[in-house]
């Protein structure tokens, strides 16, 4: 069986496909994953000043604890990029969703500033 599928404008496309379930649920699961990640990235703020006390911080090593997520944004994301676009962009999110979770969780239980730095490296750049 032959089907001729024929050309539709954008506007046309969006109309048959219409707007349901699927599209707000698929916003919501986004929106909890981008909000998610703002506050991976923009807790460690609350954090830095506390670590001065419990970790016995000097300001240098509160810097660095501070700049850590954002620099393993800068330095994952083309390679995260480039993975979406050669493996699949579920997969890759799955995967790095789930790293970020697990290396989240173990900054949450390190010992010394060092341990956290890396910890938070590795789960903001997932």
């Given at each position: 069986?032959?089907?001729?599928?024929?050309?539709?404008?954008?506007?046309?496309?969006?109309?048959?496909?219409?707007?349901?379930?699927?599209?707000?649920?698929?916003?919501?699961?986004?929106?909890?994953?981008?909000?998610?990640?703002?506050?991976?990235?923009?807790?460690?703020?609350?954090l830095v000043p506390g670590s001065?006390?419990?970790?016995?911080?000097?300001?240098?090593?509160?810097?660095?604890?501070?700049?850590?997520?954002?620099?393993?944004?800068?330095?994952?994301?083309?390679?995260?990029?480039?993975?979406?676009?050669?493996?699949?962009?579920?997969?890759?999110?799955?995967?790095?969703?789930?790293?970020?979770?697990?290396?989240?969780?173990?900054?949450?239980?390190?010992?010394?500033?060092?341990?956290?730095?890396?910890?938070?490296?590795?789960?903001s750049s997932a």
């Open positions: 069986m032959l089907i001729k599928l024929e050309k539709v404008s954008f506007e046309v496309a969006l109309n048959l496909t219409g707007f349901g379930k699927f599209n707000i649920l698929s916003f919501l699961l986004c929106s909890s994953i981008i909000m998610g990640m703002a506050f991976e990235l923009f807790s460690v703020a609350y001065a006390c419990e970790l016995l911080t000097t300001s240098n090593q509160q810097g660095l604890m501070a700049a850590v997520p954002l620099i393993g944004v800068i330095a994952t994301s083309h390679f995260w990029g480039y993975l979406a676009d050669t493996r699949g962009r579920r997969k890759v999110l799955c995967f790095s969703m789930t790293l970020g979770f697990f290396t989240g969780g173990l900054a949450a239980l390190s010992p010394d500033w060092i341990t956290f730095s890396i910890f938070k490296f590795m789960s």
